[in-house]
């Protein structure tokens, strides 16, 4: 196992370019339209998974209640990351509680958004001495929106959803791909906090491949360093092993090696 | 026309059309057969059996082979080949039970007769007798295939005996078909004896458990059989005869009273078999704990014997029309009526008690008895749809069950256990084994495309167009019931996660795939097609009088709403269709993960820890309905064990009396009294 302070430091983040590169030209002509739905669609219809730590999740009843009815916004509680398309984190993130948010990010579906609120995902807030907290959320994984305010009242939090929604619209809500892009800095942030055997169930690198979002920086000495130690969960296969048929083919393999 | 084995297979071999390098082939085998028929023993023993096999009367043949496989298997059972020789011999069987042609053509009386102090037993093969001969036949053939090779196996290396197997499910078959092609009311009571105590065996063969189970179903049977002795005595006594057509004479001629009586005696020794409420309480454990094929075979069949009966004697010698005017006094009902919602209440009751099993070979048996109540509630409509679903159910239900039997067997033969707590995950393992459940259930449901749907659509529709809502809603209560259990079924064993010990399961064995897989494709075809088996069904509504229902390949053809069902399958596929190419065509990716890489409240996750919980399934639905689970039938079934207990305790009293000699006295002085 290597040492923590084998680990090497993560350097100053990279600019990376995100979207489409200003050269290319879109040919077909309702390409725009039909993004233009699609964005629109996704807006309106957002599943939130409110991961909640800290204070201020007493803000989200509130907010999700009659009273505000962040409903009307198109935004409904999800129980599984799988379905949810926002990750809410509602406060402090101590270092336990760091490591099952990582876990359930990378188990959600893209496109995908995080959302801190209170001071304390912003930079610590007033546990900012504590040993066992995290203090930017976005040196972890991306953030597309922070709340600030300790806590922020539940006007604030809508107003702040109402951000991401426009964002969603207008298609700059794209931080989920700087995950796949630079993860090599995530991992480093994440591997100096928990130690450098830190690994989740999640392949993040080959869904990297596997959603065409490989970037120069999403591999690097933290993913190496990873690769070191890393026991990949292969999903189970299908098994049609029908013991009669096995051995028959066995021996016509033995029968196809021998010449 | 001569006959030898040469021409024999020189007519199958011009049949098959086969290309012309298969002269050689066919050359040896003629040339190996003309030595044979050259041979002394042949032409002293063979020639003549096998014209006297080919020119035998059609029903006289199927009855001497079932027969024949019987002796066979008590002579042969103990050989390692026994499996395969049985397999075909019920496939001989089948061929001869095609040949009787009793279906389209005319009834066909055995030569056989026995006579017994001056009265015959006969039998006699009509369309009702070919249709349960033919799912008898049929669930025999796939069962004792089911059987054949590494079922058997293991069985025998249990240190069980193969051949008590084999006889007990030939002696079953031998039964069945006895009863279902008997003419008169002793030879229906030959039959319907030798079936109850078949299928003691065939339920006793385990021991343990399983002896229990069969015990309480002889008291079950014996208590039944004697209601139709009974029975047949009352008849008997009006017509004088055995005959059915005497028999038939005599219904018409008796008082309503006396229908009554008949009817209880009749409908109260069928019942028991059927498993209508509320003398079910035998058949769950009695065919649950029988050994895996053996549950397969009186899973799939055994019960409608009971319903056979009911066919013969309720539906075709009383009537329906009859059972109308039977009024039950003070209040609206009739007893058909009756009977109809006895039907309603067999649907339900057992079918909420399969809800709770956790056991998937109790929580099928348990669908069995409840299934039954659908055909039982189709008949008593009784007009042209409705008796056709009844019937067809019966054949579309030993598929089913037949396929979903096998399939859970199967897993109990890879991993052990029936336990629905101990199992999960395995359609990674079982791929085959899963569809094949998954087949079955959809059918049990009653959803499209299976044979199921069809069946149980024409009971429901009936139910609407005849007038009966309150029966349709119970019906539908039931199915409702259906799909929560058969759906904690096929979760609880194949989806969610892979437990530890059962990462290096194999998929089930050649020999017991291969039936599964063809009751599989059978359910769909008879559901994509369901005018084959409407065809056989109308035939037998033509011989028993009921209304003809109007059939066509794909369903069914009425003004007041048919069904096609290749129409309907196609939409259903073309709508999978359209599914798949937005999901494909639009660059839907899918990527299959590990079964840890799983949501747990931000868990991590461990093949240790069981994430996917299979205990106490339905918990929740059972704080809601689990007041209503009452037990009163076990209460009813102890009460009246501790009744009969009582009752032989104080007559064992009375016989140890100081004075038994004094009450004997009394008891003979108080017989001459009452004779003279």
Partial sequence: ?259 | MATSPTTVVDQLLAGLHLPDGFDAVAGVIREFLDQVTNSAIWTRYGQQSLEWLIGMNPVDRLFMLSALTLLLMLLLGRLRSAGVLAVLLYGAQFAALLSTDTLFGAPLAAAVRITVADQSLHWSYDALSWFFAMITIGTGFVTAWYAAGSWMRRYREAGRSARAFHVALALNCFGMLLLVGSADLLSLFLGWELVSWASFLLMALVGGPAAQAALKYLAYAISGAMLILGAIALIYGISGSFEYDAVVAAIRSMTDAQVWTLLLLLGGGFAVKLGLLPFHLWQAAAYAEAPGAGSVFLGAISARMGLFGIIVFIVGMIGVSRLMTLEIPYTFMSSRELIAWIAALTIIVPTYTALQQHDARYLLAWHGIGQGGYMLLGLMVGDAVGSAGGLLHCFNYAITQAALLMAVFAVVHRTGTADLNQLGGLVTRMPLTFLVLLFGIISLAGLPPMAGFVSKWMVYRSLITEGMPLLFVAAVVGTLGTILSVYKLIHNIFLGQLRVEHQEVAEAPLSMLIPMLGLSALIFLAGFIPGPALSWVAQVQGQLGLPVVPWVLGGIVDPRGGLDMIWLVGILMAGFGVGALVFYGFGGRSRRVHQLDNYAGGHFLTADVHYQYSDNFYAGLMHLIGPWYRGSFRWLERSLAATLDLVSFGAEGLYRLAQPTLLMLAAAVAMLAWVL
Avoid at chain 1, 70 to 76: A, D, N, S, T, V
Avoid at chain 1, 111 to 136: E, F, H, R
Wanted: charged share 20%.
């Fill in chain 1, 1 to 259: 196992m290597t040492h923590i302070d084998q680990v090497p430091t993560p350097g100053a983040p990279r600019p990376v370019e995100i979207g489409v590169k200003p050269g290319t030209k879109r040919t077909n002509p309702f390409a725009r339209v039909f993004d233009e739905l699609v964005r629109f669609a996704q807006s309106r219809s957002l599943f939130m998974l409110h991961y909640c730590t800290g204070c201020g999740a007493v803000e989200l009843p509130p907010a999700m209640t009659s009273r505000f009815d962040m409903e009307r916004l198109g935004i409904q509680p999800m129980v599984s990351p799988r379905q949810a398309d926002i990750l809410l984190i509602t406060g402090y993130v101590s270092v336990k509680t760091l490591k099952r948010v990582i876990l359930t990010y990378e188990q959600m579906n893209s496109p995908k958004y995080v959302i801190g609120i209170c001071s304390c995902t912003v930079n610590g807030g007033m546990y900012w001495q504590s040993y066992a907290t995290a203090k930017k959320l976005n040196d972890y994984m991306p953030v597309d929106i922070y709340i600030a305010g300790c806590m922020p009242r539940p006007e604030a939090v809508i107003e702040g959803l109402r951000g991401l929604i426009e964002n969603i619209r207008t298609g700059r809500a794209d931080a989920w791909k700087d995950y796949y892009r630079r993860y090599d800095h995530y991992l480093g942030n994440q591997q100096r906090l928990f130690g450098a055997d830190w690994q989740t169930p999640t392949d993040v690198i080959a869904e990297a491949r596997h959603y065409d979002l490989f970037g120069p920086a999403t591999l690097g000495a933290h993913t190496a360093l990873l690769e070191q130690h890393q026991r990949p969960l292969e999903a189970l296969e299908m098994r049609i092993e029908i013991p009669e048929l096995m051995r028959r083919r066995s021996r016509s393999d033995q029968g196809g090696t021998a010449q």
